[in-house]
């Protein structure tokens, strides 16, 4: 058996969600790997990011966001309400802060010690929803998925922009 990973590095934009489809990559890794039968698998590392699988939505809005992913953030929105103030959610508590404000890279998190930047406990909540991985079958050297079906990567942290990483491994034969 034969394991062939790629990581790769996504921008998130902040202010709304950050859809990134990563079908491309996906597909690219599977032939990189020449692995011809086993599985793929796609996993986010970030607390605050999902990988799910969904049919490409070919309307767009003028956010740039795909139909079905505007519909997702509007149902997501009604059982997980956006963070607005320290008192939205229990999350982030008092000893988060204070360990945050103690990391090294303590400005990365708080620009001017600002707290509200930890306002993210309904992008924890989605991601914990969605799920953080998608294993998919790779069938003949191919991405095992129907003509619609595509990968997305998405960053549910609207605090800010930010680089975010994806791995993406294919075990097989």
């Keep these: 058996m034969k394991v062939f990973r ?3 590095e996504l921008q998130s934009k902040g202010i709304l969600p ?3 489809d990563v079908t491309a990559q996906v597909r690219k890794t599977i032939k990189d790997s020449g ?3 086993g599985i793929v698998t796609v996993v986010s ?3 605050t990011c999902a990988v799910f699988y969904e049919e490409f939505a070919h309307d767009i809005d003028e956010t740039g966001t ?3 992913q ?3 953030n509007n149902v997501l929105e009604k059982i997980i309400p956006k963070h607005v103030s320290k008192d939205t959610y229990i999350y982030p508590g ?3 802060y204070r360990a945050v404000e103690s990391w090294p890279n303590a400005a990365e998190y708080l620009p001017n010690g600002d707290r509200s930047a930890l306002w993210n406990g309904d992008a924890h909540l989605k991601a914990t929803i969605i799920g953080s991985s998608e294993t998919f079958d790779v069938e003949d050297g191919q991405l095992g998925v129907g003509t619609t079906g595509y990968v997305y990567f998405v960053d549910f942290d609207v605090t800010r922009a930010r680089t975010r990483k994806c791995s993406i491994t294919v075990i097989g034969e």
Excluded: C, G
């Design 35 to 37: 692995i011809r039968e």
């Design 66 to 68: 795909e139909s079905l």
């Design 70 to 72: 505007v519909d997702l």
């Design 18 to 20: 950050t859809y990134i």
């Design 94 to 96: 008092e000893e988060h």
């Design 45 to 47: 590392p970030h607390t």
């Design 6 to 8: 790629e990581k790769i």
